[in-house]
Every structure is written in C-alpha cells, then in structure tokens.
C-alpha cells in the first residue's frame, strides 16, 4: 500500500506474527475508513491480540482480540504494528 513507518526493534506487523503469538497493539499505519474499522473492531493501542489459526488456504488468519475471534485478511494486518507479550 506503499504506508512507510519506522519500527523498533521490538514491532513487528501483526501479519507477520507467528500463531500461538500473544501481542499488544503499538499503533495503525491505516487511514481513514480502514483506520476507523480496525478501531471500531477494538484495534486500539495497548489492545492485547492472540494470533490463533490461519485458514487452510493461508489468509485469512483468526485473532481473539477482547475476547471475540476476528478474521482480518493479510492486507488489513500488515495495517497493525504490534509488540509480542510475555
């Protein structure tokens, strides 16, 4: 989508997570509309995700985010910067 941002070394996209990861919301890199869905979906920063499952073709992938399980497709999770939890 061509969104450029700087990480740290701890951030990692949430769609490069591993399953079984448990992670916290850093910050968007969406605008707008996309932007006010992941927010409206509870993707705000410090929300706590677990990466649960992948779909048998690879995308999309399932998350528990506040206790309810949220498909998002690999373009709208590349949206989300996160730090992996202990």
């Known amino acids: 989508m061509g969104l450029e941002t700087k990480y740290n070394k701890d951030e990692i996209?949430?769609?490069?997570?591993?399953?079984?990861?448990?992670?916290?919301?850093?910050?968007l890199v969406s605008k707008g509309l996309v932007r006010r869905r992941?927010?409206?979906?509870g993707l705000v920063p410090n929300t706590l995700i677990e990466v649960m499952?992948?779909?048998?073709?690879?995308d999309p992938t399932l998350y528990n985010i506040k206790g309810a399980l949220i498909a998002l497709?690999?373009?709208?999770?590349?949206?989300?910067?996160?730090?992996?939890?202990?």
């Not at 996209?13 to 910050?27: H, K, M």
């Not at 992941?38 to 979906?41: E, G, H, K, Q, S």
């Not at 497709?73 to 202990?86: G, Q």
């Open 13 to 27: 996209l949430l769609s490069n997570a591993p399953i079984g990861s448990r992670l916290q919301v850093v910050r």
């Open 38 to 41: 992941m927010m409206d979906l």
């Open 53 to 58: 499952r992948k779909s048998p073709l690879g």
């Open 73 to 86: 497709r690999e373009e709208e999770s590349k949206l989300i910067v996160v730090r992996e939890i202990m």
